[in-house]
């Protein structure tokens, strides 16, 4: 008798990592749980947090309100800025309407802003490569609106003017494809070829990791399934790497429900990774989907560890630890318990 499953295909997943959380990401979710216990609810926050459907429908279950814009949050309370960094108009607008602030731009972020105020201050033409309307880019821009010019990628190089060709210095969005940018940039040294590059890469450790972690699994599966959120800038950018370095195809999505069986006609291997906003708890849903679908061998393809962390923004650490001083001294002066029975 032949055995059947021995002329089988095997149905592998290769999960990439580093995949998932980043560093500034974390802080800025933790940032929004511990206000919302130390201040109670409703804690506002600008815009959404991080870039990702589930951490914001969690967080607004446990009191967090997200608002687009400063005029929406009352006098007096307590508003949190997100991950993606804010400009300084929005900074003084929260002044002038009152409003307590928790700054949970991710610390490589303000980098990026720093740069950009350094750079203005001696006049520079600046070049921010990112992308339009996205948050982080409308921060940055908004530090030296005057010296700030947006490129979107290699096809509007061209149209790039600056003042002083000898002046001239790029600087990123943080959350871009590595190989696009440096295309960009080989571009646009050629048209400024004094064009001075920024002091660090702008481009962050998360996004280059995860991008690095997915190039090396790509040529080697059929389908590659990207975990994240379709306004998150580095998930759809793991997509467009994972196309780039050779996986047969590649989808995003939010939740394990969204899984086409469909796209798995012919499918041997997956390729399984999430953008740096996402917890690992939908990568785990979906890797019970795949075994549902029968794509049970499932292999982890380690690239390299990450050790960052970034501590909670100052004030909020300070009132977190009046917080405790208070609780422990409250515990001191309850009456020893009476252990006779
Ligand atoms: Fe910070 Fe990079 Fe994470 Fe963005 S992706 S929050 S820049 S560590």
Sequence with gaps: MSDASASQPAKRVVVAAPRGYCAGVDRAVVTVQRALAVYGAPVYVRKQIVHNRHVVETL????????????????????????????????????????????????????????????????????????????????????????????????????????????????????????????TVRLLRERFPEMIDPPGEDICYATQNRQAAVKKIAPKVDLMIVVGSGNSSNSVRLKEVALEAGAGAAHRVDFASEIDPSWFDGVETVGLTSGASVPEILVREVVERLAELGFDDVEEVRTTTEKISFSLPKNLRADLMAAQGAASAHKRREPAADHTC
């Design 60 to 183: 607004e279950q446990e009191g967090a309100v997200f608002v687009d814009e400063l005029s929406e949050v009352p006098s007096g309370s307590l508003v949190i800025f997100s991950a993606h960094g804010v400009s300084p108009a929005v900074r003084a607008e929260a002044v002038e309407r009152g409003l307590r602030t928790i700054d949970a731009t991710c610390p490589l972020v303000t980098k990026v802003h720093k740069q950009a105020v350094r750079f203005a201050d001696k006049d520079y033409d600046i070049i921010l490569v990112g992308h339009t309307g996205h948050e982080e880019v409308e921060g940055t821009q908004g530090e030296a609106p005057d010296h700030i010019q947006v490129v979107n990628g290699p096809h509007e190089v061209d149209q790039v003017e600056v003042r002083d060709p000898s002046k001239v210095v790029w600087i990123s969005q943080t959350t871009l494809s590595v190989d696009e940018t440096m295309e």
